[in-house]
């Protein structure tokens, strides 16, 4: 085995092998304890159940996808142009920073209902909410990004003759990209409880409206089924931008593999 | 031979900032110094002695609050972009490759990507980064990092260039290897150099001129012509024409650096 091939397994062996221990005490406490499935099913249950309804969650999922997947991009677009306008402006943060905080203590899945009473039952006020919250953190972080580049490397750009437009593609847009990173994986989280709050308050699809129907149901492997393939989504949603830090960023990578 | 103008001439020069609780710092009060085409000129004192100001102001970065500087006999309309600039840090940026750092100045002046390319290339053994071109920063040596941002700063073409301690985070030992090597560099292609260091051994090895600056408000204290013969190699520094020289600058540094020391302690 090469040292990669080998590092690579003593990353992803022990994460595995602690959730298959996980699982299998899981399946043994509800065998020993005789607990019942509406309950607590086991996993062999939760997976059997699963592959049954597999259909109606490939469907459900597909809904849900598609709503993350643009109230992802939308919450990039807001969030990395609202850092942009504030690190251009003084004046400009001065005056939104407080409420770009502030905008965060109202509790977004709370406006969901009256989104749905300006644009209905198709995707639209998903969308909304998903970009809502998941905007902030890639705004924040891109703005502490923008902000922290070196002062005296502006300094020498400027010496360069370098303009503003120039001074911030050369210097602090990738000055930003570590950080915007660290943005994006944080609202690749927020996003999936996002998208599950706004199918609760108003779909008629959906991985989120279908933990709802299934409640009614007491159908709590099914649930759990479904709960799983979300955690999936977002699991896949944060690789792939781990994937796309990866190739964007390979100084970055290469020099923290050095360290590791 | 005919009078040719200064390449850096720095007339009165005083830079006024204003202070914490209202009043205001003088970090320069009325320095002059010259600098011929071709010239290897230095400056030493003590930290705080408004170095940094000074260069900030040639390299167009701040305007002074009085006085003025001529490049080539003239007051230019803007310093910006006319002189190069190579501050403490080497600054380089650790998402490009050490060729794509070292063509910044040629990219930022509109020259084309393959033919800055070509020019840093030729130049790539004479600053001993032969190799190493497609190395991120982070890669690089203390020594190399330095010699990368001082290519970076040849490749930008200005005529004089300021550096502002670019040995100083360096070990002794590699130190003294850059300076013998900045020499033959210098020696190559005679850029005008106007360097700022705190090593008075530094400063006397490598110029034809060292002015000696004084702190708050920093003032030219002293001038010496450095009149040892070139090519200077290491053997220079034992001899005793070095040794008088570098005495004779010492002492006015001393002498501020222990009335600086009486009124900490007293």
Redesign the interface.
Known sequence: MTVRARGVAGRVLPPLLFALAVLAIWQLAVRATGTEESTLPAPTQVLSAGWEMRDLLVDNGWVTIKEIAIGYAAAIVLGVGLAVLLASSLLAERAMYPWLVVSQMVPIPAIAPILVIWTGFDIRPKVIVIALVSFFPIAVNTLDGIKST?P??L????????GRW?RFR??QL?SA?PSLFTGLKIAAALAVIGAVFAEWVGSDAGLGYLILTLNNQVATSEMFATIAVLALIGIALFGLVRLAERLL?P??H??RA?RA | MTAAPDKLRVEGLSKRFPGADGGAVDALAGVDLRVAPGEFVSIVGPSGCGKSTLF?IV???TPPTGGRVLLDGEQPSAL??R???M???D?L????SVLDNVT??L???GVGRREARARARAELGRFGLEGFERR?P??LSGGMRQRAALLRTFL?GRELMLLDEPFGALDALTRQALQEWLLDVWQGDRKTILFVTHDVEEAVYLSDRVYVMSGRPGTVELCVEIDLPRPRTFELLGSPAFVAHVQRLLTPLHAAARAQLEQVVS
Not at chain 1, 155 to 161: A, D, P
Not at chain 2, 93 to 96: F, L
């Open positions: 070196e005296e490397l300094s020498l750009l400027r010496t360069l003759g370098a120039r050369v210097a990738p990209l960023l100084w970055h290469a020099h050095e | 900030n390299a167009g970065l910006l972009g002189v190069g600039y501050p403490q840090k600054l940026m650790p998402w490009r910044l100045g990219e930022m002046s991120w982070d890669d930008a």
